[in-house]
């Protein structure tokens, strides 16, 4: 199963129009100073991260399933492993690693190495541990697993920034929406 | 020849519709109650099917047109009306749907959900559909 | 770019960001990421806007940050990098250098105003970060490369050459959607300094 996410995934990115990254990751940069600059509490700053992220998700997921052409996923399981090496591959031109699940499966931790949003940043110590400064991604998980039926929570456990020595998302599945899924799709 | 384009919310309720052949015009409302009715016979159709878990209506063919239907993992439904010997749309809905997450669903100023008003979404419907 | 030769901040096993090799600037995005990120910011700023002229300013000021970022990289990376004091020399860098690293492509055109002695035009006719944008009726003004003005004017100040640069939309001939003209315009002391 994971060769076959791994291929698609780079296939996918092959065939999208790319930018240089760094464009992103200034702009990205720009954007988290200015809700720092507008919003005097820093956990207002993630929640308005984690916010934008999933106003972003909820459109996202629609380009996901018309370029990576992926259906249904059997379980949460395999979810993971397309957010990961799909999902993310698509969009940020990175791979994941999918770990630490649960014993009922509903929970796992997705590490990012490379985070491109992340590059040549360096948080002031004020903000170690305060600002979760890729919280976007949270969003944008919890956004497009949203608007393909399953509720999840995401939250940031590990960052880099914060002398971590990895970037980590844990992600919960809280429900499956079954009432929602689309005519004939059950 | 491709004479229309209806696509619908995960509601169902109409969110975009244009012609791109020869075609009455009917008023905004009617639109918006064939765009209705399909959505209620799409689902209906579904529950229906005698073979189990059915997509939905994805073709109906009759001597004066023909309807093929798409509709995504998350519930929005494009469909087109053509000519009944018009060869198979899949590449077609295909398109729209990529137009649609590159012009409407990138586009700041649209609300998700709500009516779309993208020039360059229609722009380049007009170009893939048009003659 | 100083070195650090003590680690204060950092734990012992990681490097001090100002050690850190510098990436070569090849690395790529999907564009839609960045689309989908700047579509967002729009939508921040409007919402927290009150009157409709000032979502091009609150978009330009995010650019001004990000300005001065781009211009050391770039310097950085060029090999013979002097310090530009003509003002043609730094519009060509404009044109050419930070086009190409940020868009892929250098401008289309590069002009001096026949009506002002201080301000120049650099035009794309397909600006890279409205590539999705359709305008609604009522902001058909509005340019949302507003941004890479912000980012230019960042540029220019921090090189030495203080400008005010805003991007405007100009109806093309023959062509159903307008280009996007960059205007800047020098400070005085910029041009008395270049006869």
């Known amino acids: 199963m994971n060769k076959k996410y791994d291929k698609l995934g780079s296939d996918v990115f092959n065939k999208v129009e790319k930018i240089n990254s760094e464009l992103f990751t200034l702009t990205y940069g720009a954007l988290v100073t200015q809700l720092i600059k507008d919003y005097e509490d820093i956990e207002q700053v993630n929640i308005k991260l984690e916010q934008m992220g999933y106003n972003i998700g909820i459109r996202l997921i629609e380009e996901f399933l018309a370029k990576s052409g992926i259906g249904r996923c059997t379980d949460f399981t395999e979810t993971a492993e397309v957010i990961a090496k799909v999902g993310f591959k698509m969009f940020l031109g990175v791979t994941c690693q999918v770990t630490d699940w649960d014993t009922e499966k509903k929970e796992f931790h997705l590490i990012i190495d490379d985070n491109p949003l992340s590059d040549f940043v360096e948080l002031p110590d004020h903000l170690k541990h305060k600002l979760y400064y890729s919280n976007i991604l949270c969003g944008v998980i919890r956004g497009a697993l949203e608007m393909v039926q399953m509720k999840v929570k995401c939250t940031f456990v590990k960052c880099s920034l914060s002398d971590d020595n990895t970037c980590s998302i844990k992600v919960v599945l809280e429900e499956v929406l079954s009432d929602l899924v689309p005519v004939g799709y059950d | 020849m491709i004479y229309s384009l209806y696509i619908l919310n995960k509601a169902g309720t109409l969110i975009y519709q244009n012609d791109y052949g020869p075609t009455e015009k009917l008023s905004h409302n009617a639109y918006i109650r064939l765009g209705s009715t399909f959505h209620s016979l799409h689902a209906i159709a579904s529950n229906l099917s005698p073979a189990g878990s059915s997509s939905g209506i994805e073709l109906i063919e009759t001597e004066t047109f023909k309807l093929q239907c798409f509709q995504t993992h998350t519930g929005t439904k494009f469909y087109i009306i053509a000519d009944p010997n018009h060869p198979n749309l899949d590449e077609t809905l295909q398109s729209i749907y990529e137009l649609y997450t590159d012009y409407v669903l990138k586009n700041p100023f649209y609300e998700i959900e709500m009516s779309i008003r993208c020039d360059l979404f229609d722009y380049k419907l007009q170009r893939l559909l048009g003659d | ?195």
């Open chain 3, 1 to 195: 770019m100083s070195r650090s030769t003590s680690n204060t901040i950092s734990t012992p096993s990681s490097l001090n960001i100002v050690d850190r090799p510098l990436s070569k600037g090849k690395s790529e995005i999907n564009l839609s990421s960045f689309a989908f990120l700047f579509s967002e910011m729009i939508q921040y700023c409007q919402d927290r806007i009150k009157a409709g002229h000032e979502l091009e300013k609150k978009l330009s000021d995010m650019g001004v940050s990000v300005g001065p970022r781009v211009l050391e990289l770039l310097v950085v990376r060029e090999k013979n990098s002097k310090r530009e004091t003509k003002l043609l020399g730094i519009l060509s860098f404009i044109h050419t250098t930070v086009w190409k690293s940020l868009f892929g492509k250098q401008a289309d055109s590069l002009e001096k105003s026949t009506e002002a002695d201080d301000e120049y035009m650099i035009s794309d006719n397909n600006m890279l970060v409205n590539k999705f944008i359709s305008l609604p009726k009522n902001l058909s003004s509005l340019n949302c490369a507003a941004f890479v003005a912000g980012i230019i004017e960042g540029i220019l100040c921090s090189a030495e050459f203080p400008a005010r640069v805003t991007a405007h939309n100009v109806a093309v001939e023959g062509k159903k959607f307008s280009k996007t003209v960059i205007l800047i315009k020098f400070n005085p002391e910029v041009i008395e300094r270049n006869p």
